[in-house]
């Protein structure tokens, strides 16, 4: 089984548990780290021949153009992370329309390819954010990868379907493929990637996504560049925060290649009928769906 991989490009700064006004406004100043934390994962993934997609912050995009045409040359699917990487919920309908409007036109402008995946920043389309996806519908957008069914702090709609299906909006169908979850102990735990890779030992995390791939549905597993410098700048923030971004970064490599070794990899619009198979309905698609 062929199972998703895809990678969020972003600065180490500009995850959300460490945002705030003032640090926005210090962006520029700080120090750039997202080219070289790249390279070293496409490094990685040349060595195996794996392709994956690379959900690219439009901010990230603007100042780093060479970057996403690189991505794009070695054969790797260019999606949308967001422009500045802003949490749905802080945005109107408005304001979101025009950052994901923006940030596909510009991928698309930088690599000459259509942009078909969306994925929030933080997964921040929850029960209350759900219109956001209508809006992607009518900006063309194909799949979005950003409903997580867990209970978490920041994010997630507990109870939500946990595999790749078709989603009705108002203004019409798009895929939905969620970040992979297990059921354990009695709940959803994340499997998809992240903070929880680098929290399980490996064996454990392992096992869990066996469990997914037994199921027949095919593993959605998400990474930053970040979380390959385990030099990068300290930033202030909570405890939790900070034990969540900075935990285990220096086995996130090692990690990650066994990981390439153990399971087959590609691009999430490879495992999305209407985009891999563009002439396919989305209602024939549905057997495909659990």
Not at 40 to 50: A, F, N, P, Q, T
Not at 84 to 104: C, M, N, S
Not at 228 to 240: E, I, V
């Amino acid at each position: 089984m062929t199972h998703g991989l895809s990678f969020d490009i972003e600065e180490h700064f500009q995850v959300a548990a460490f945002d705030s006004v003032v640090r926005r406004r210090h962006w520029e100043s700080f120090e750039s780290r997202v080219e070289r934390n790249t390279q070293v994962l496409l490094e990685l993934l040349e060595e195996r021949g794996v392709k994956a997609t690379m959900f690219i912050v439009g901010w990230v995009a603007e100042r780093h153009k060479s970057l996403v045409r690189t991505l794009a040359e070695a054969g790797h699917e260019i999606a949308c992370h967001s422009y500045a990487h802003e949490l749905i919920g802080v945005q109107t309908p408005q304001q979101f329309r025009e950052d994901v409007r923006r940030t596909k036109q510009l991928l698309e402008d930088l690599t000459g390819q259509p942009v078909w995946g969306y994925r929030a920043p933080t997964f921040s389309i929850t029960k209350e954010t759900e219109w956001a996806l209508a809006i992607l519908v009518e900006e063309g957008y194909k799949y979005d990868s950003s409903i997580v069914p867990i209970v978490h702090d920041f994010y997630g709609i507990p109870g939500a379907n946990p595999y790749i299906h078709v989603h009705q909006t108002p203004s019409g169908e798009i895929w939905e493929v969620p970040p992979s979850t297990c059921r354990a102990w009695g709940l959803s735990i994340p499997v998809a990637g992240g903070g929880y890779f680098r929290l399980f030992p490996y064996s454990i995390f392992h096992r869990l996504l066996k469990r997914v791939e037994g199921s027949g549905h095919p593993l959605i597993m998400y990474f930053h560049p970040w979380e390959f410098d385990p030099d990068q700048p300290r930033m202030r923030g909570s405890a939790l925060s900070r034990f969540r971004h900075y935990h285990n970064l220096d086995k996130t490599k090692e990690r990650l290649s066994r990981l390439l070794d153990d399971f087959s990899f590609g691009p999430i619009a490879s495992l999305v009928p209407m985009v891999a198979e563009p002439s396919v309905p989305c209602t024939e698609s549905l057997s495909l769906t659990s």
